[in-house]
T-cell receptor, first 108, second 113 residues
Framework: TQLLEQSPQFLSIQEGENLTVYCNSS?????LQWYRQEPGEGPVLLVT?????EVKKLKRLTFQFGDARKDSSLHITAAQPGDTGLYLC????????FGTGTRLQVFP | SQTIHQWPATLVQPVGSPLSLECTVE??????LYWYRQAAGRGLQLLFY??????ISSEVPQNLSASRPQDRQFILSSKKLLLSDSGFYLC????????????FGNGTRLTVT
């Protein structure tokens, strides 16, 4: 069974702090996607990384795909209350496998 | 532009009753369609996917079934609900390109009492 473990499971921080969310697996993925989900809604795609070592930036969010394409990280700089939500990574092999999720709460 | 509609948003059903959740996609043709279930605040479990009309693949054997009667319509059903069927059900679509991202509906919160 392919597993994608995310850490931490929960994160509660003050506005302005930095944070990193990790997504790890023993499987190699052809690509990895990051989604954010708000309560009562479906997840929304943030980014897709495809190449080992690839780094993508989306404003204050930085996504990195591990060199071996088994892991990924999401770093948020100067977090804001609007960043609050559930962050999900999803790795693609012959199917898309979702991670266990990281729930982020940013307090003003 | 493409849109996905999923209804109802919330549903409370007694144990043993039938279930029908509907999902439709607009603005695209021959999408891949998916039903996921999400445990409270956690990752998503793929239940069914379909690459075309009448073509259904089941990922997890359980008390549910899916049908695709039209190109852009995907239905999740059960003949008799169990308590364990409670959860947040999400419909999603992708186009047929490799690495195409999932586009999700807003989900249905099902409570079986």
């Amino acid at each position: 069974t392919q597993l994608l473990e995310q850490s931490p499971q929960f994160l509660s921080i003050q506005e302005g702090e930095n944070l990193t969310v990790y997504c790890n697996s023993s499987s190699v993925f052809s690509s990895l996607q990051w989604y954010r989900q708000e309560p009562g809604e479906g997840p929304v795609l943030l980014v897709t990384v495809v190449t080992g070592g690839e780094v993508k930036k989306l404003k204050r969010l930085t996504f990195q795909f591990g060199d071996a394409r088994k892991d990924s990280s999401l770093h948020i700089t100067a977090a804001q209350p609007g960043d609050t939500g559930l962050y999900l990574c999803a790795g693609e092999t012959d199917k898309l496998i979702f991670g266990t999720g990281t729930r982020l709460q940013v307090f003003p | 532009s493409q849109t996905i509609h999923q209804w109802p948003a919330t549903l409370v059903q007694p144990v043993g009753s039938p279930l029908s959740l509907e999902c439709t996609v607009e603005g695209t043709s021959n999408p891949n369609l998916y039903w996921y279930r999400q445990a409270a605040g956690r990752g998503l479990q793929l239940l069914f996917y379909s690459v075309g009309i009448g073509q259904i693949s089941s990922e997890v054997p359980q008390n549910l079934s899916a049908s695709r009667p039209q190109d852009r319509q995907f239905i999740l059903s059960s003949k008799k609900l169990l308590l364990s069927d409670s959860g947040f059900y999400l419909c999603a679509w992708t186009d047929n390109d490799y690495n195409s991202p999932l586009h999700f509906g807003n989900g249905t919160r099902l409570t079986v009492t």
